[in-house]
């Protein structure tokens, strides 16, 4: 059974940081390509960044997030984090963690099979 849990969200003050993590279960992580989305009250879900398979080697990240936040994976934890830094009041939403064995555009929420369940930044002072 594949598997998807979110953690690490919280409340933040801007400027500051937080790591959310995406621990995978039922599946080798390793061989997917996992993405983080979020939604904002109101908004569409979007593509924040992407860690592909090990056997692609890409990291993808949106522009509003590129130089802020960064993708990384712990192969043998089988979890994927997202290291948020210079977060922003824009910033606050609920992130997602999806996979996906090979997506074709990592930023679109359409290409992903599997998701987690969500996990809240709110970054307010």
């Known amino acids: 059974q594949v598997q998807l849990v979110e953690s690490g969200g919280g409340l933040v003050q801007p400027g500051g940081s937080l790591r959310l993590s995406c621990a995978a279960s039922?599946?080798?992580?390793?061989?997917?390509?996992i993405g983080w989305f979020r939604q904002a009250p109101g908004k569409e879900r979007e593509g924040v960044s992407c860690?592909?398979?090990?056997?692609?080697?890409?990291?993808w990240y949106a522009g509003s997030v590129r130089g802020r936040f960064s993708v990384s994976r712990d192969k043998a934890k089988n979890t994927v984090y997202l290291q948020m830094n210079s977060l922003k009041p824009e910033d606050t939403a609920v992130y997602y963690c999806?996979?996906?064995?090979?997506?074709?555009?990592?930023?679109?929420?359409?290409?992903?099979?599997?998701w987690g369940q969500g996990t809240q930044v709110t970054v307010s002072s």
């Open positions: 860690i592909s398979s090990s056997s692609v080697g890409i990291n």
């Open positions: 999806a996979a996906d064995p090979d997506p074709e555009e990592y930023g679109s929420k359409w290409e992903y099979e599997y």
């Open positions: 039922g599946f080798t992580s390793n061989d997917y390509a």
